[in-house]
Protein backbone atom coordinates (compact mmCIF):
# COMPACT_ATOMS: atom_id res chain seq x y z
CA UNK A 1 0.00 0.00 0.00
CA UNK A 2 0.95 3.55 -0.42
CA UNK A 3 0.64 6.11 2.48
CA UNK A 4 -1.22 9.16 1.10
CA UNK A 5 -1.34 12.41 2.51
CA UNK A 6 -3.97 15.26 1.79
CA UNK A 7 -3.71 19.11 1.90
CA UNK A 8 -5.53 21.73 0.45
CA UNK A 9 -8.88 21.97 1.92
CA UNK A 10 -10.79 25.35 3.25
CA UNK A 11 -13.61 27.81 3.62
CA UNK A 12 -14.51 29.67 0.10
CA UNK A 13 -17.75 31.40 -1.01
CA UNK A 14 -19.84 29.91 -4.12
CA UNK A 15 -17.91 30.88 -7.12
CA UNK A 16 -14.80 30.50 -5.52
CA UNK A 17 -11.51 28.02 -6.52
CA UNK A 18 -9.00 25.75 -4.25
CA UNK A 19 -6.77 23.09 -5.28
CA UNK A 20 -6.30 19.85 -3.13
CA UNK A 21 -3.22 18.30 -2.85
CA UNK A 22 -2.42 14.30 -2.57
CA UNK A 23 1.09 13.47 -1.70
CA UNK A 24 2.30 10.09 -1.65
CA UNK A 25 5.13 8.70 0.63
CA UNK A 26 6.03 4.98 0.89
CA UNK A 27 6.02 4.10 -2.52
CA UNK A 28 5.75 6.08 -6.04
CA UNK A 29 2.14 5.91 -7.62
CA UNK A 30 3.57 3.97 -10.97
CA UNK A 31 1.35 1.43 -12.06
CA UNK A 32 -1.73 3.15 -10.10
CA UNK A 33 -4.87 4.61 -10.69
CA UNK A 34 -5.59 7.80 -7.38
CA UNK A 35 -8.87 8.72 -6.98
CA UNK A 36 -10.63 11.73 -5.33
CA UNK A 37 -13.47 10.82 -3.48
CA UNK A 38 -15.82 13.08 -1.10
CA UNK A 39 -18.47 12.36 1.91
CA UNK A 40 -20.92 15.08 2.81
CA UNK A 41 -22.78 15.03 6.15
CA UNK A 42 -25.47 11.86 6.20
CA UNK A 43 -24.61 11.36 2.91
CA UNK A 44 -22.17 8.50 1.26
CA UNK A 45 -18.56 8.75 -0.05
CA UNK A 46 -18.85 9.50 -3.58
CA UNK A 47 -16.24 9.64 -6.49
CA UNK A 48 -15.04 12.36 -7.52
CA UNK A 49 -12.02 12.20 -10.25
CA UNK A 50 -9.67 9.95 -10.98
CA UNK A 51 -6.94 9.64 -13.26
CA UNK A 52 -4.47 7.28 -14.44
CA UNK A 53 -0.67 7.46 -13.07
CA UNK A 54 1.07 5.80 -16.16
CA UNK A 55 -1.60 7.28 -19.27
CA UNK A 56 -2.59 9.88 -17.64
CA UNK A 57 -5.92 9.55 -18.66
CA UNK A 58 -9.06 10.99 -16.32
CA UNK A 59 -12.92 10.49 -15.38
CA UNK A 60 -15.10 12.84 -13.63
CA UNK A 61 -18.19 12.66 -11.89
CA UNK A 62 -20.88 14.30 -13.88
CA UNK A 63 -21.88 16.97 -11.67
CA UNK A 64 -18.08 18.21 -11.83
CA UNK A 65 -17.19 18.28 -15.16
CA UNK A 66 -15.78 21.76 -16.34
CA UNK A 67 -15.58 22.76 -13.01
CA UNK A 68 -12.60 19.71 -11.51
CA UNK A 69 -9.39 18.97 -13.18
CA UNK A 70 -7.14 16.39 -11.91
CA UNK A 71 -3.42 16.47 -12.48
CA UNK A 72 -0.22 14.25 -11.49
CA UNK A 73 3.22 16.08 -11.01
CA UNK A 74 5.53 12.86 -11.66
CA UNK A 75 8.38 14.58 -10.01
CA UNK A 76 6.90 15.62 -7.25
CA UNK A 77 4.76 12.07 -6.83
CA UNK A 78 1.61 14.09 -6.23
CA UNK A 79 -2.01 14.40 -8.00
CA UNK A 80 -3.93 17.58 -7.62
CA UNK A 81 -7.08 18.40 -7.34
CA UNK A 82 -8.30 21.91 -9.25
CA UNK A 83 -11.66 23.05 -8.38
CA UNK A 84 -13.40 26.00 -9.81
CA UNK A 85 -16.68 27.41 -9.75
CA UNK A 86 -17.41 25.93 -6.32
CA UNK A 87 -20.91 25.37 -4.87
CA UNK A 88 -22.30 24.74 -1.60
CA UNK A 89 -23.36 21.34 -2.92
CA UNK A 90 -19.53 20.56 -3.08
CA UNK A 91 -19.19 20.69 0.49
CA UNK A 92 -17.57 17.69 1.79
CA UNK A 93 -14.51 15.85 3.42
CA UNK A 94 -12.21 15.46 0.50
CA UNK A 95 -10.65 11.98 0.46
CA UNK A 96 -7.31 10.77 -1.74
CA UNK A 97 -6.94 7.05 -2.37
CA UNK A 98 -4.81 4.97 -4.66
CA UNK A 99 -5.84 1.90 -6.56
CA UNK A 100 -3.97 -0.87 -8.25
CA UNK A 101 -6.97 -1.47 -10.22
CA UNK A 102 -6.46 0.71 -13.32
CA UNK A 103 -9.22 -0.05 -15.62
CA UNK A 104 -12.07 2.39 -16.20
CA UNK A 105 -14.43 0.15 -14.50
CA UNK A 106 -12.82 0.16 -11.32
CA UNK A 107 -11.57 3.59 -10.42
CA UNK A 108 -14.90 5.47 -9.49
CA UNK A 109 -15.53 2.71 -7.12
CA UNK A 110 -14.83 3.19 -3.91
CA UNK A 111 -14.49 -0.77 -2.84
CA UNK A 112 -11.55 -1.51 -5.56
CA UNK A 113 -8.82 1.95 -3.53
CA UNK A 114 -6.64 0.56 -1.00
CA UNK A 115 -4.74 2.58 0.39
CA UNK A 116 -6.72 6.24 1.95
CA UNK A 117 -5.57 9.74 2.99
CA UNK A 118 -6.80 11.19 6.15
CA UNK A 119 -9.17 13.56 4.32
CA UNK A 120 -9.29 17.35 4.41
CA UNK A 121 -12.68 19.36 4.60
CA UNK A 122 -13.94 21.64 1.78
CA UNK A 123 -16.19 24.13 3.11
CA UNK A 124 -18.08 26.35 0.16
CA UNK A 125 -20.47 28.65 1.49
CA UNK A 126 -23.20 30.52 -0.67
Known amino acids: QVQLVESGGGLVQAGGSLRLSCAAS????????VGWFRQAPGKEREFAAAIMWSSGDTYYKDSVKGRFTISRDNAENTVYLQMNSLKPEDTAVYYC???????????????????WGQGTQVTVSS
Open 97 to 115: AATPYTGAYYVTKNGYYNS
Open 26 to 33: GRTFSNYA
